[in-house]
């Protein structure tokens, strides 16, 4: 059997390079381009077809398009009041004025060394360096096992089954 009988196409001689001279190699399936030039090229041709029944759409009033293309809506008369926003008196704003304080770097709670955002947050809200992290090296005044035993009472709750009749 040939292969003009079965539908088969002779494979090519060589590498076909890419058709836009991208330096890749290209393929008959994707129009002897490579395959970013191809996506590009598809994605190119449907916001083609989209951009065309758009304006087709817009031009002919039709709106039993597929429901994607703009809406135009139907100019209503509309009044706008404006709206009038009370501006703070001095002494309001003397009083709840907030003053943000500018932070330095950030530094270790124990040693005063600088950790930029490599330091540790601990449980008592300080922060920390790599040698004072842990709670022993720092006296950390946060009671875990009090938390501990907290979380494992609010996980585990006690469970009573009713009381049964005796016979």
Do not use: W
């Amino acid at each position: 059997m040939d292969h003009d009988e079965m539908g088969c196409q002779a494979a090519p001689d060589g590498p076909v390079l890419c058709v836009n001279n991208c330096g890749y190699f290209g393929s008959v399936v994707t129009m002897n381009m490579c395959s970013k030039c191809y996506k590009d090229a598809i994605l190119k041709q449907e916001q083609a077809e989209i951009a065309a029944s758009s304006i087709e759409n817009i031009v002919n009033g039709s709106s039993s398009g597929n429901g994607k293309g703009p809406v135009i809506a139907d100019p209503m008369d509309v009044q706008v009041k404006p709206v009038v926003i009370p501006a703070p008196e001095a002494q309001e704003m003397g009083a709840s004025e907030v003053v943000k304080v500018k932070q330095g770097p950030n530094r270790c709670g124990t040693c005063k060394k600088r950790v930029g955002l490599t330091g540790f947050h601990c449980r008592c809200g300080h922060l920390f360096c790599a040698v004072h992290r842990y709670s022993d090296k720092h006296d950390c005044p946060f009671d875990y096992q009090t938390a501990a035993r907290d979380a494992i009472s609010k996980a585990n709750p006690v469970i009573k089954a009713e009381k049964l009749d005796k016979i």
